[in-house]
């Protein structure tokens, strides 16, 4: 154990390592440590945010489908219903239609009954008056027994 | 030197090896240096700045290279030893720390070096005397531990005041009645002085003692009998593992105490 002036030569050169290692290596080293510990940390927190991101979307995705089920099913329900009106009314309108023709269809079946009747009517009345003219010629005069033969013919 | 110890024993090789390189060697005055202690130390706090500091300039926050993973690793290391003991601003005392345990784990390291081989380099190159391991050296230890006790002083001052510093040394720990002032200010000195006292023979005794054993083996090597050289070549590896564990402890020890002592001069009594 000897002291000599080594002492001063070796506090200087450690006052001067502490120097050189608080000024220009622990910053930096430290700085790139906590730099990337922030960014492991939003790393994580990203990660997390995500996920809770990921569930929200799920859930908010089922409710979603949910509801375009549910729409889906009143679509085809009214569509139901609107294809049921549609046919009923088509059916009424057949319906009415056919009601109106067979109406129609009647009403000229009777006209054309009526007509022929008259004709039928106006034909015996002046075949009997013939069969009559020939029957009775000689006495009865045609133009003095036609009020008789005209109501004869109105009657038949 | 095998040659030496054949000529005047182990007691002479020992004290051959235990003789630093100093211009004045023979005078041993005050105003010589140890160049042996002063030149390794030297190196290896560069070594130690050059290499952290180029790996800090690169350091970067995404993935870390290995050197810089490796640095990160003693830097954290570091500083939750300092975390766990100092609550407080940690820009100057966890780098310190960061110096103190990196330069003494390297210049207690040097010991692992076989105990011949610097001396026998320089020897070429005409160095007579040559000791690697500045930490076996007390101008070293007290260089580093009278450091620190500049900062225990500084800190003192700078957390309490003069006058709260003051205040402490004379009124703790016994108490402010004026009877007690000068048993409070000497237990007070004692204290203070032994910190870098022990701090430093603590260091210094466990390098110096370790090499003395390394020499004490080595000169079994040159001891004439096969046996004695089988015992040297086992007892020399075995001691050298174990140092590995010892300069660890060392520097590891130095620097908590040091973390220990500066956060104790924070506190208020």
Redo the contacts between chains.
């Keep these: ?11 200087l ?6 120097w ?3 000024q ?10 906590e ?2 510990q ?2 492991i940390a939003e790393g994580l927190a990203a990660a997390e945010r995500a996920r809770t991101e990921l569930k929200d979307a799920d859930a908010r995705v089922a409710v979603e489908i949910k509801k375009a089920r549910q729409q889906a099913a009143e679509i085809i329900d009214k569509a139901q219903q609107q294809a049921n009106q549609i046919l009923d009314k088509a059916r009424e309108d057949a319906v009415a239609e056919l009601n109106r023709q067979k109406a129609a269809a009647q009403a000229e079946i009777a006209s054309m009954a009526q007509r022929a009747r008259e004709q039928l009517r106006e034909q015996v009345g002046s075949l009997a008056v013939k069969g009559a003219e020939k029957i009775i010629q000689r006495e009865i005069d045609a133009s003095a027994h036609k009020a008789l033969l005209d109501q004869l013919a109105a009657e038949i | 030197m095998a040659s030496e110890a054949q000529q005047g024993g182990l007691t002479e090789y020992i004290q051959h090896h235990l003789t630093h390189l ?1 211009p004045h060697v023979s005078e ?7 160049l042996d ?2 030149t390794v ?2 190196a290896l ?1 560069v070594l ?2 050059l290499w ?2 180029t ?3 690169k ?4 993935v ?1 290279g290995r050197t ?1 993973a490796f ?2 690793l003693v ?2 290391f570091v ?1 939750g030893q300092v975390k766990d003991v100092f609550h407080g601003d940690r ?2 005392l ?3 720390a ?2 103190v345990f990196v ?1 003494v784990f390297l210049m207690n390291a040097m010991d692992l070096l076989p105990v011949d081989l610097l001396p026998w380099i320089l020897a070429k190159f005409g160095v007579g005397h040559f000791r690697a391991v ?1 930490t076996a ?4 230890t ?3 531990s ?2 620190v006790f500049v900062l225990i002083i500084f800190y003192s001052f700078k957390a309490k005041g003069v006058g709260g510093y003051m205040h402490e040394l004379f009124t703790a720990p016994f108490g402010a009645h004026p009877l007690l002032w000068i048993p409070n200010f000497a237990l007070n000195l004692v204290e203070l002085a032994s910190k870098p006292v022990s701090l430093a023979m603590r260091l ?1 005794g466990n390098m110096y003692a370790g090499e003395l054993v390394f020499m004490l083996i080595a000169g079994l090597l040159g001891a004439g009998s096969w046996a004695l050289f089988g015992l040297g070549v086992i007892g020399y590896t075995a001691w050298g593992i174990f140092h590995i564990l010892i300069i660890s402890i060392q520097a590891f020890i130095f620097m908590v105490l040091t973390i220990v002592y500066i956060s104790m001069a924070h506190d208020h009594h």
């Excluded at chain 1, 154990?1 to 506090?11: D, K, S």
């Excluded at chain 2, 350091?59 to 995404?62: E, N, Q, R, S, V």
């Design positions: 154990m000897e002291f000599n002036a080594t002492l001063f030569g070796e506090i050169s450690f006052a001067i390592l502490i050189f290692c608080v220009f290596i622990w910053p930096h080293i430290l700085n790139a440590i730099e990337r922030k960014k | 100093s041993g005055g005050f105003w010589s240096v140890h202690s002063l130390s030297l706090g130690f700045a952290f500091w790996t800090a300039r350091a970067t926050a995404g870390p810089q640095i990160e830097v954290e500083d820009r100057f966890a780098p310190l960061l110096t330069w500045p050296d007390v101008n070293m007290f260089a580093m009278l450091t210094f």
